[in-house]
């Protein structure tokens, strides 16, 4: 009955069967072992074939419904930058230090709303590093420098 | 990739540290110590290390404070205290598993004996030899041959590649000649629940572990691993005395990152001595099983040497058992 | 000693006024940390454990308890108001909680989350009280097949979890069990997929992925189109709970205490699925099964109560024998031990005052906790009037700081952004992240249980139908596949034009 496809399914088909080959493909280098001791790659590569199995049903029965229309934009904007600072985070607390990269995070993560604008997102992330490092590094004593030994002073 | 940077960084500052290390020397310390334990907060290693700072903090007059730094075997914490600046305020308190780690992981990020400056040894944890309640050998004597006989029928349960039980069992099945069949599990909590429930026959494991269990009655002890009885255990004969050749226990150090200067080992080594010396420390270390390293061996000389010693022993353990690096 | 004289015993020493104290500290600061994203009960615990050290043993005990058990029902809160859920358990709660926050109903939904919490607390401290050393005794019969059967019917009971399809949800399952093999085999000390890193050698942390695929991932999803979409609440409805609410949560509530207080007693993981069974049970029961996903408070009552009574009895084995549950009891375990006492079979007859007083304190705990939290369910849901834009970025920070807190590993922030992009992903193409929290936590267990009985067996599998309990287990993980599988088969037809709703 129906002639188009689910995208979405497809997708997910897509990303079952990738995931699912990796786990398999990369199993292979791992011993299978025996019944009785079984090696590291055993369980991988099962449950890897079965996540492509399943990534095949999706894929099957993606082509007998079409997707509800729906306007969904992809946040290219969100992804950049949420995901930009969390790396720009784990990358650089050791450098740069507590209080510099809370900051410039919050800075770079406020932006990826249009919502916030320049000054909007300064004055959250000035708040937000005082509130932070109230809570974790005085009240919680979490063990960070400051200022880290990238920094000059 | 992301960690190289800061690592030149790092070294950088600990250069420049170097250089003025001398400086300082003699008003160290002036800021907090940090204690980097490479194992999760709770576990054995960690109590021993908070035991230890809290008495080194009195001597010093500054805060010892301790990091959790888990993962890899203790290997990560390990090469973090490496990478540190050795100005003396990043230490590291490490076990046995500074001795295995170079046969058990390959390109390991630091080097036990260049990368650090021992400081002391703090003590020596005692094994002890465990079955279930109703395991048949009653006594070592019983239990020696039943495992000759009986090898791989014999189920023995351990915390792992590099656990302090797999130590035990490894130097176990090497003074016995015979293998048994290893069960790892994910750390001791586990094996202890199901030799417990005789899911398992046996383990070998730190008396921290043990020695409520073996009071209670509900398990059955052999033996303890190192030359001398245990106080808290009166009544179990060492493995020696019962004339099989084993002497294993879990030993802690304390280290300082490579280059870090002499003036401040020594201080820290003396007040290790002195926190060593601390009745609480002395009567909480029972409670665990254990005791104080002597003042002797709290010296960096006495560290250095069973380092060396323990590589060497492991290197040999572990290519016979063909246990192969990752 | 009769359990009255015990119980007296132990009220004595809870409600003396310092260890009140003590107790409601420890329920505060467990409360405030536990709402804090990304920072579930394990890591509070790490932090504040060098506080305790001054204190007596008793006070020391009864403060860590209760950051324990406040620290969870703090990461209930989070979990309702921003889904983001900082352990396994409150995953769950994440589901119907949070849908029912964006309806106008947080008020009900942690109101709910409360008394169901307080009520389970209050059955399950009886229980600890009455039952504790045969319970422990009983749980000991379950080895490695009993676990591994367990975990199947978990698993597969758990498929219910999803409101959408059905092999989506199995697919979700099956990439949280393979997320959970990254790391050391314990088994061979053969590093898996690592790409190399030894920061991976411990696998890959459970905050990281949870807050990646809920937190981030719905973060994201509010980014899309923030214009025209109303991303936060609608207008905040009731604060308290109606009589028809009363009525919907009574029953849930009891089966979630009971199913709760039985697997929190198995030491190899059973407080794990206490929450998820309790959601398909409810769903199952339920009239209105397609309700729940949507904002059903059936499926916050349920698993609440399940969880927090779960959290009760896993200190069964802990002070029965000495051997912990979960990552949380082995702190418990150095706490003890930093005290001088180690905890044990002997703890109850050589220290009586002290078993017995965390005993009662866990009760005193449970009011203290219903105490302040219920007056905070308006601030709580005030905080929900704060601008989405000041909001997210906080939950971001939060979320980085506290998973780096955790173990200074640098893999887990970058493990956040990972899971968050993949987790947004699924979630657009029509997945739901629960069923794969459950199986990244299931699917070590899953595998070290398998491979463990067969190696106990000497290899030979029919171990599993052998053992009496293993078999009644599989027998049970098979009913619930047909079950799920039967009606699915006849309403096929219809489903697949609903199922995208």
């Known amino acids: 009955m129906a002639v188009q496809a689910s995208r979405n399914d497809l997708a997910t088909a897509a990303i079952f069967v990738a995931i699912g080959g990796y786990f398999v493909l990369e199993s292979l280098n791992y011993t299978l072992g025996t019944p009785l001791r079984m090696g590291p790659g055993f369980m991988p590569i099962a449950l890897g074939s079965i996540l492509i199995l399943l990534g095949l049903v999706v894929a099957v029965g993606a082509f007998t419904h079409a997707d509800p229309e729906e306007d969904r934009p992809f946040p290219w904007r969100g992804i950049a930058l949420v995901l930009g600072t969390i790396i720009f985070f784990g990358a650089t607390i050791r450098g740069l230090g507590f209080i510099p990269v809370v900051f410039l995070s919050a800075l770079g993560t406020a932006l990826a709303s249009r919502e916030n604008n320049p000054v909007s997102a300064v004055i959250i992330a000035v708040a937000l590093t005082i509130l932070c490092f109230v809570i974790f590094v005085l009240a919680l004593g979490l063990q960070v420098r400051w200022f880290g030994p990238w920094l000059p002073f | ?326 | 000693m009769d359990l009255f004289a015990s119980l007296a015993l132990g009220f004595s020493v809870a409600l003396d006024p310092w260890n009140i104290f003590f107790c409601f500290i420890g329920v505060l600061l467990g409360t405030l940390v536990g709402v804090l994203p990304g920072i579930g009960p394990t890591a509070t615990i790490a932090m504040l454990l060098p506080i305790t050290f001054t204190l007596s043993p008793a006070s020391a005990l009864i403060m860590l308890a209760g950051i324990y058990y406040g620290a969870q029902y703090g990461g209930s809160t989070t979990a309702i108001l921003i889904n983001l859920p900082g352990e396994s358990s409150a995953a769950v709660t994440a589901i119907d909680g949070y849908q029912m926050a964006r309806q106008g109903r947080a008020g009900p939904a942690l109101a709910t989350a409360a008394l169901g919490s307080f009520f389970a607390g209050s059955v399950s401290t009886l229980l600890l009280a009455y039952f504790a050393p045969p319970l422990a005794r009983a749980a000991l019969n379950f080895g490695p097949a009993e676990y591994f059967s367990l975990i199947v019917l978990g698993l597969l009971v758990s498929i219910a979890l999803a409101h959408g399809s059905i092999i989506k949800a199995l697919g979700m399952i099956v990439i949280g069990l393979l997320l959970g093999m990254v790391g050391q085999d314990i088994y061979t000390g053969q590093p898996r997929f690592t790409f190399g890193f030894r920061e991976l050698f411990g696998g890959i942390n459970f905050v990281s992925v949870a807050v990646g695929v809920f937190g981030i991932a719905e973060i994201l999803r509010n980014l899309e189109n923030e214009q025209t979409r109303e991303v936060m609440v609608k207008k905040v409805k009731n604060l308290w709970l109606t009589k028809d609410d009363f009525k919907r949560i009574a029953a849930p509530v009891l089966r979630g205490t009971v199913l709760g207080a039985l697997l929190g007693v198995l030491p190899g993981g059973g407080h794990i699925l206490s929450s998820f069974a309790s959601y398909s049970a409810e769903k199952r029961l339920s009239k209105n099964p397609q309700e729940f996903g949507k904002g059903a408070i059936e499926g916050v009552a349920g698993p609440e109560s399940a969880n927090n009574a779960a959290a009760q009895t896993s200190f069964i084995p802990l002070m029965t024998l000495g051997i912990p549950a979960h990552p949380v009891m082995a702190l418990m375990v150095g706490a003890f031990i930093l005290q001088g006492i180690t905890p044990g079979p002997n703890v109850i007859n050589d220290e009586p005052e002290l078993f017995w007083g965390i005993i009662a304190s866990m009760w005193v705990g449970n009011v203290l906790l219903v105490l302040l939290n219920l007056p905070l369910i308006g601030l709580w849901v005030k905080m929900l009037s704060i601008p989405y834009r000041i909001l997210f970025p906080s939950i971001v920070l939060f979320a980085c700081i506290g998973c780096y807190s955790i173990n200074l590993n640098l893999f887990d922030i970058y493990a956040i952004a990972v899971f968050g992009l993949l987790g947004y992903l699924l979630i657009r193409f029509g997945c739901e992240p629960a069923p794969l929290l459950l199986g990244f936590v299931l699917g070590p267990l899953l595998e070290e249980h398998l491979r463990r009985a067969m190696i106990i067996s000497r290899g030979d599998p029919t171990v599993f139908i052998t053992r009496p309990i293993s078999a009644t287990l599989l027998a049970l993980a098979l009913a619930a596949v047909i079950l799920a599988l039967l009606p699915s088969i006849r309403k096929k037809r219809d489903e697949v034009f609903v199922e995208e709703d």
């Open chain 2, 1 to 326: 990739m992301t960690s190289l940077l800061p690592r030149v960084l790092l070294g950088a500052v600990a250069a420049s540290a170097l250089l003025a290390g001398t400086a300082f020397a003699q008003d160290y310390p002036t800021q907090p110590i940090t204690v980097i334990v490479p194992f999760s907060a709770g576990g054995p290693t960690d109590t021993v290390a908070r035991l230890v700072a809290q008495a080194m903090s009195a001597d010093l007059g500054q805060q010892v404070l301790i990091q959790n730094v888990g993962g890899a075997g203790g290997t990560l914490g390990a090469g973090q205290a490496a990478a540190a600046a050795n100005d003396g305020y990043t230490l590291l308190l490490h076990h046995i598993g500074m001795s295995t780690a170079p046969s058990l992981y390959a390109d390991l990020p630091f080097d036990s004996i260049d990368d650090f400056e021992p400081i002391g040894l703090i003590t020596t944890v005692p094994m002890t030899i465990v079955a279930r309640a109703d395991f048949e050998p009653e006594t070592l004597e019983e239990l020696i041959p039943y495992i000759q006989e009986n090898g791989e029928a014999v189920i023995y349960g351990n915390a792992g590649i590099g656990a302090a039980s797999q130590l035990c069992g490894l130097l176990l099945q090497e003074a016995l000649g015979a293998k048994m069949t290893e069960v790892p599990y994910q750390g001791t909590g586990p094996a202890m629940t199901d030799l417990l429930g005789g899911q398992i026959d046996m383990m070998c494991d730190q008396t921290t572990n043990t020695t409520n269990q073996i009071l209670a009655g509900e398990i059955k002890a052999y033996a303890v691993t190192t030359p001398e009885r245990v106080e808290s255990l009166p009544d179990i004969p060492t493995a020696i005395e019962s004339g099989l050749d084993l002497d294993v226990g879990i030993w802690h150090g304390l280290y300082a990152p490579a280059g870090t200067d002499q003036a401040i080992i020594d201080r820290l080594s003396e007040s290790l001595q002195l926190a060593l010396a601390d009745e609480t420390v002395a009567s909480r270390f029972a409670e665990l099983g254990t005791a104080p390293a002597p003042a002797e061996d709290a010296t960096p000389a006495a560290l250095a040497e069973t380092l060396a010693s323990q590589i060497e022993l492991w290197r040999g353990v572990f290519e016979s058992a063909g246990v192969a690096a990752q």
